[in-house]
């Protein structure tokens, strides 16, 4: 089972929150999902961003493969350097 990271739209028509989740690659971008990972509202000013980078961490050291946007994500949340400093302590 392929696993990615991506994100997961939730909210009202025309305001969009997100869902930063754990899913398998072939389930649909609003379906089933493994595990909650974080959330990100781009409405806000600043945007709003909680991401629990320990969940993160675990899912791309066990393999998990981020999205363009969700692996900016992580790394404004400092989640990639962990991912990086636990990938080289290896």
Excluded at 39 to 67: C, F, H, I, M
Excluded at 75 to 84: C, D, L, V, Y
């Amino acid at each position: 089972m392929a696993v990615k990271l991506r994100l997961t739209r939730v909210g009202k028509t025309k305001q969009p929150q997100y869902r930063i989740v754990a899913a398998d690659s072939r389930s649909p971008r609003d379906g089933r999902f493994i595990q909650i990972v974080g959330t990100y509202n781009p409405r806000t000013e600043p945007s709003a961003l909680k991401v629990d980078n320990e969940k993160a961490v675990k899912w791309l050291l066990d393999g998990a493969q981020p999205t363009e946007r969700v692996k900016k994500l992580l790394e404004i949340s400092g989640a990639w350097a962990e991912f990086g400093a636990a990938r080289a302590a290896k």
